[in-house]
């Protein structure tokens, strides 16, 4: 199952809102893990990145994790340091489970990958309450300046929703134009069961 949007979207939230929903039936990934590592270039290098382009992910590695996953197998996902754009030494070992949630900006785009998620959900969400959402988050969790990221945000993370995220929603299964509440996510978590049993009973 695979949930896209834009950065402050609200991707987080709802896959962990699903994954307790639908407890002890899910595995949860997140395509920022699989961020390319940038420990061999300098700091100052990295600054200029540009993250919200979908060329920043290491896409065979994603690719492989989720085969692995849907042929029963456990993967070994990577770990990603924001404050230094690197990979850490350790992974994460993620378990086949009956229902995958992968949440991520642009999970979809490639056809190879969108022939993978069952079910294709798109957030979309004003470009403002996005800011402030990732103002909360960058401050606190990748030790970023204010001043940063709103100029990250109007200078990369708008330009490339426009140009590579946003178009998803086109091909979305349920594409969420308002605010997830509670019980929208009750009712997603319905659909997941509906279909898991629908796939077992074949």
């Known amino acids: 199952m695979a949930i896209a949007g834009g950065s402050g979207s609200g991707k987080t939230w709802l896959a962990e809102k699903l994954a307790a929903a639908l407890t ?10 699989f961020y390319l590592d940038r420990s061999h270039i300098s700091p100052a290098r990295r600054a200029c990145i540009n993250f919200d382009h979908p060329r920043a992910i290491d896409w065979a590695t994603f690719e492989r994790c989720l085969r692995r ?4 197998g456990a993967a070994r996902i990577p770990v990603y340091d924001f404050s230094t754009h690197c990979r850490l030494a350790q992974t994460s070992l993620a378990q086949p489970k009956p229902v995958i949630l992968v949440e991520g900006l642009w999970l979809w785009r490639r056809p190879a990958l969108r022939r993978l998620f069952s079910l294709r959900i798109f957030l979309e969400c ?26 990250q945000f109007k200078t ?4 490339m929703h426009k140009k590579y995220v946003r ?16 019980a929208k996510v009750s ?10 049993s629908a796939t077992t009973t074949q």
């Not at 002890?24 to 893990?33: A, F, G, I, V």
């Not at 996953?69 to 029963?72: E, F, G, I, T, Y």
């Not at 009712?187 to 898991?196: D, G, H, P, Q, V």
């Open 69 to 72: 996953l849907a042929a029963n």
């Open 187 to 196: 009712e997603i978590a319905k659909k997941i069961r509906s279909l898991l």
């Open 167 to 182: 178009s998803q929603g086109q091909t979305a299964d349920l594409w969420l134009r308002e605010s997830c509440t509670e």
């Open 126 to 151: 004003p470009s403002r309450t996005r800011l402030e959402r990732r103002l909360a988050r960058d401050l606190v969790s990748r030790q970023r300046t204010a001043d940063s990221i709103q100029r």
């Open 24 to 33: 002890p039936n899910t595995e949860r990934l997140s395509l920022d893990d």
């Open 156 to 159: 990369m993370v708008e330009p």
